[in-house]
């Protein structure tokens, strides 16, 4: 390798690794050559089994999240010149950094060596583009031969004119000289798949020094940007996830991490033609592109065209290597069958840059290092497998890096049209057999995109705070939004002036839409998914959203660049005010006065009676989360009710999301109560991971049976149903649907508690019903359950949608044990995605605290 001189540390940490690297002995056990790769089941042992006790300093990030508050800031690129140096800050040395015994990079020594680099070359740049979950800095490093400010001005520019005008950037011959290619890299997003950070920084290194003409040429047409590591909390810790527990590439949709909201601001400020997301490991190379179902939304035919070729040089770069382990590689979209690696949902981040105008793949390095491997393989053969996955990382790189510059031309073609469909409204054409090698009728994917979408203001709106949220999100994706001016009539419904018009003839119509439409039944399609199959902001996140197939409403309208504030009390001063808890963002309301000391009563399941004394306080939590008190009804009495006291066994995911929320929550566990955790001032636990009551000792038990005999309950999923079936609490029988089946459902609410203004759809991954009686039903799977997602049976006339017809999703009552429970077979907390459910496990809570 062509190592810096200048460089000698980080060159000496890789010639130890090389010195040290020693054949293979005990290999554990490895995917046999040739298998199928795979994905880790998205709702395996991680939310079932493992009670997160993710540590209070994420709470903070929580606290932060997007859930009614104002979005926090984003990373925008700043208007200056290349090199642009920044003085990273340098962490203390950390022994106990996970990277360190594979010979690889520790997060503490990127910032000295990045330090480094900017010194000793011109072209190398370093910014902080945001900060993981427990407070660390994410490097973006830029790569390019020197800008004057104006130079970086004009790219800046041309960049926009792709987006905004891609007739006139096609047409601008300067633009099609000039524009300097732009190529991501993104590496160790999961921490503990690390080498994607060393084989990145070893390309760093080599560009910054290369004198060769070959590479000073391209990194004069070229900008090459490099988020370093994706996720040090986990490179640290040795983990898949970040601090709060999230698995960071499954969160693109969603944005509830600041790692993944940072790389979106990245992908959007950069527009790659090419991003790769470095990942590991799977016995053999794997890069994609994909296995069908693709994504609906792609323009599919401007992918393929590059991604099979890229993929291509990509494995004969790593086959160049000459290591025994890197002969091939395996391409799914080549080599896999259908459902064995797709590319349908948009929370991975290379499909989430496909949308942006990236040509994007998922590269798998091959050698296994994590998990039991870490701790059982000797050192030397650890080392010896990093440093081949560092040489698979750094090898892929480069050659996109090679294709990029080689295809520079018909990449930029491509994403010119790409944008200019959007903005024609033009159909997707329709890929003919054979259009690369291997595309068949079973690759072909398509949608019919509608006019608009249409998020009204006023009455008509289920929840303004919700539609701020939404349109915030929308927003900061660089969809484009508009309010309208005045009010307006369209497909026979009277618009407010206000409303939020998606015009669907857009640049990024393909993100637009996958944000917003429904999805899709694939579950005849394939035989089975890896992750999540369906997702809708439209139908999940709890605003109301029409949508209009062909008409565009006749309005002026203005860009939004933030939605309005929507934060309002409504009532006569002197009056004793009233907030529904419709959505996370009232719980979250309700939660700050209750900080604030102020006394509230509880009118129904999901009513809120406020003094007319702590108007002052109204007001400002009003602003803050963007909810709305009306008046109470006169003479509205209430039963007095204080935050409730909350332990919880679940799954990082949910303690994110009740921290979203604003509860205050303990964390506990089957080891913890065992160990004499207690629970007497508690007044509800909530239990979907780590927790067993039949595993519980005889003094772990005795606590949780003075909570049952006074408290309240409030369980998720199959470790949930297994509690509240073993500690006696509802009388209902649990019946599970198949393990990986996922997806938008759509319910009826027929409960109080729970099912009190509920949408009409849920969300459900491993789901479950209820049969038998002695509990009311909240909450009932609709007569076809599944709208959009992957449900199959798991043997004829067993555990499939048919199956959970009409059958009870959720429900409540009192216990045997003299307390009160909530048993939900949904998942209203998923991945802190389905924000307009939150509210029904709020409301579970503080009912079954009551
Ligand atoms: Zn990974």
């Keep these: 390798m062509d190592l810096s001189r200048t460089l000698t540390g980080f060159g000496a940490v890789l010639l130890a690794a090389a010195l040290v690297s020693n054949p293979a002995s005990a290999a554990p056990a490895d995917p046999p050559p040739g298998a199928p790769s795979t994905r880790d089941f998205g709702n395996g042992p991680e939310r079932n089994e493992i009670a997160a006790t993710a540590p209070e300093a994420s709470a903070e990030s929580a606290r932060s999240a997007p859930l009614g508050a104002p979005p926090d800031s984003r990373w925008t690129p700043k208007r200056q010149g290349y090199p642009r140096h920044t003085d990273l800050r340098v962490y203390p040395e950390n022994p106990a950094d996970k990277s360190i015994k594979l010979g690889l990079l520790p997060y503490h020594a990127i910032a000295p060596r990045l330090n480094a680099l900017q010194a000793a070359s011109d072209r190398v740049s370093a910014e902080v583009v945001g900060h993981s979950a427990l407070g660390r800095d994410l490097y973006l490093v830029t790569v390019t031969a020197p800008e004057s400010a104006a130079e970086a001005a004009r790219q800046d520019r041309w960049r926009a004119l792709i987006e905004d005008d891609p007739g006139a950037a096609r047409r601008d011959r300067a633009l099609r000289r000039g524009y300097k290619t732009p190529v991501w890299i993104n590496a160790n997003i999961h921490g503990d798949e690390w080498e994607g950070t060393d084989g990145a920084m070893r390309v760093i290194e080599r560009l910054a020094a290369a004198t060769d003409s070959a590479t000073r040429r391209m990194l004069s047409r070229t900008r090459v940007y490099v988020t370093v590591t994706n996720n040090p909390d986990g490179r640290i810790a040795g983990t898949r996830a970040n601090g709060a527990g999230f698995d960071i590439n499954r969160d693109h949709a969603t944005s509830s991490q600041p790692e993944s909201r940072a790389v979106r601001d990245v992908v959007i400020a950069t527009q790659p033609f090419v991003m790769l997301d470095e990942h590991g490991y799977t016995g053999t190379t794997l890069i994609e592109p994909a296995t069908p179902p693709h994504g609906q939304n792609y323009e599919y035919d401007l992918y393929i065209r590059h991604a099979l070729p890229n993929a291509e040089g990509m494995e004969a770069a790593i086959q160049r290597l000459g290591h025994p382990e890197t002969a091939r590689a395996d391409i799914p979209f080549r080599d896999y069958e259908p459902g064995d690696w797709d590319d349908w949902p948009p929370v991975f981040t290379p499909m989430y840059a496909i949308y942006q105008g990236a040509v994007g793949h998922t590269v798998e390095i091959p050698l296994q290092v994590n998990h039991e491997a870490y701790e059982t393989l000797p050192v030397e053969e650890l080392r010896r497998r990093s440093s081949v996955n560092t040489d698979v990382a750094a090898a892929t790189i480069e050659a996109a890096l090679t294709y990029a510059d080689a295809n520079r031309a018909a990449l930029l073609a491509g994403q010119i049209e790409q944008f200019r469909r959007g903005w024609a409204g033009a159909p997707s054409p329709r890929i003919p057999d054979g259009f690369v090698a291997g595309f068949g009728p079973e690759d072909r994917y398509s949608t019919v995109f509608p006019r608009a979408y249409v998020i009204p203001a006023g009455g008509a709106q289920r929840s303004p705070a919700a539609a701020a949220r939404l349109v915030d999100h929308l927003v900061a994706h660089d969809v484009r939004v508009s309010r309208a001016r005045r009010g307006f009539a369209l497909g026979g419904r009277a618009y407010r002036a206000g409303s939020y018009i998606v015009d669907m003839h857009q640049p990024k119509r393909g993100l637009a839409n996958v944000l917003l439409e429904a999805g899709r039944d694939i579950s005849a399609l394939v035989p089975q998914m890896y992750d999540i199959s369906g997702w809708s902001h439209r139908l999940l996140w709890g605003a109301s959203v029409d949508i209009s197939a062909t008409a565009l409403p ?57 003094p007319a004394g702590a108007r002052r306080e109204a007001e400002v939590v009003a602003d803050r989360y963007g909810v709305r008190f009306t008046a109470a009804a006169r003479g509205s009495t209430g039963t007095p009710f204080t935050a409730p006291v909350i332990a919880a066994a679940v799954s990082a995911d949910e303690l994110f999301a009740l921290r979203e929320m604003g509860f205050e929550v303990r964390t506990v566990s089957t080891d913890l109560l065992n160990a004499g955790a207690e629970l007497s001032d508690v007044d509800t636990l909530v239990v979907s991971s780590g927790l067993s009551y039949a595993q519980l000792n005889a003094a772990g038990k005795a606590e949780v049976d003075e909570l049952l005999a006074r408290g309240g309950v409030v369980t998720r999923g199959r470790t949930g149903a297994a509690f509240n079936a073993a500690a006696g609490l509802l009388p209902a029988t649990a019946v599970t649907g198949r393990g990986d089946a996922n997806g938008v459902v759509a319910v009826r609410n027929t409960g109080a508690v729970v099912g009190a203004g509920s949408p009409p759809h849920s969300f459900v991954y491993s789901p479950i019903w209820f049969t038998g009686t002695g509990f009311t039903v909240e909450q009932r799977y609709d007569a076809v359950p599944l709208i959009a997602g992957h449900w199959l049976p798991t043997a004829p006339g067993a555990g499939g949608p048919g199956q959970a017809a009409d059958q009870a999703a959720v429900i409540s009552g009192a216990t045997a044990r003299g307390g009160r429970a909530v048993v939900f077979g949904t998942e209203p907390l998923f991945r802190a995605h389905p924000k307009g459910l939150y509210a029904e496990f709020a409301r579970a809570l503080y009912w079954s605290a009551s």
Aim: net charge positive.
């Design 554 to 610: 006749r309005v002026a309208t203005t860009g939004v660049k933030v939605a309005s504030p929507t934060g309002a009390v409504s009532a006569a001063r002197g009056r004793d005010l009233a907030l529904t808890m419709r959505d996370g963002a009232d719980v979250r309301a309700v939660n700050a006065l209750l900080d604030l000391g102020v006394e509230l009563r509880r009118a129904d399941a999901d009513t809120v009676l406020v």
